[in-house]
């Protein structure tokens, strides 16, 4: 069965304004003949049908205002679901562009913070179209496993500054940078939480030829600090905390 939950769009836009339809089903079975059945209506393309036959347990497809789920297995659904819930959330507050890496960051907090599935979750991916050969790149990165990478690249001062990381796409975010990125969020929500949303407000409004070179003016902004006194308290943090 399908419900639509229709989603205001902000005074400036938001990620997911209009309606967005939920689709539900008891079985895999059933969501694969829904796939077959439906690729018409929903205008599927073969990378579509790709991420549907391997997430059987369902599968969000942003560009389409679609989420699929089957009920015997939904709880292999909850991360991603959370994921964009809080890349939404980010989007929702900035209402404009913001840089690769404080997207998935963001969707990677909310992930940790109320997924179920504490233990041996699966992983959460990246997966995104090249910006030229339309492939799609699979980065698989858990969380579970971000602390002790972020521990390991700070150890052997292989992080990068956030100016350097704000200039990755999407496409070039590897597992260092998605690493880092969670990390930083994460001190900056256990922490600093006021300095965190100081940032996300700061960055309102922003133009997306203005991206990434903003993102240090706006930890100036939101904290009353250099990027690079940031970058200094969260290595301590990590050192500290990450075991």
Known sequence: YMETLQVEEGRRG???GGPVHIWTFETAQ?????VTT???AYQFDDEDKKQFRENPSGWLLSHKRLATIVAE?????ENP???DLGVMFLRYQVLGPVAAWQSEAMGHLVEELFST???GRVNMSTRSKYA??????????NTKDGRPQAKGIVKAGDDIPIQELSQQTLNSLNQDHLAQGFSIWEYLYNKRLQDLVGIIKSQRGVKAKDMPGVVDGAIQAGTGKSAADLERDW??????NYR
Request: proline share 0%; hydrophobic share 30%.
């Open 14 to 16: 938001n990620y997911f």
């Open 30 to 34: 059933q969501f694969q003949d829904w």
């Open 38 to 40: 439906y690729s018409e």
């Open 73 to 77: 297995d939904a709880k292999d659904v």
């Open 81 to 83: 679901l959370l994921h």
């Open 117 to 119: 599935d504490k233990f």
């Open 132 to 141: 030229n050969g339309g492939g799609i790149a699979g980065k698989d990165y």
């Open 235 to 240: 290595r301590d943090y990590v050192k500290k």
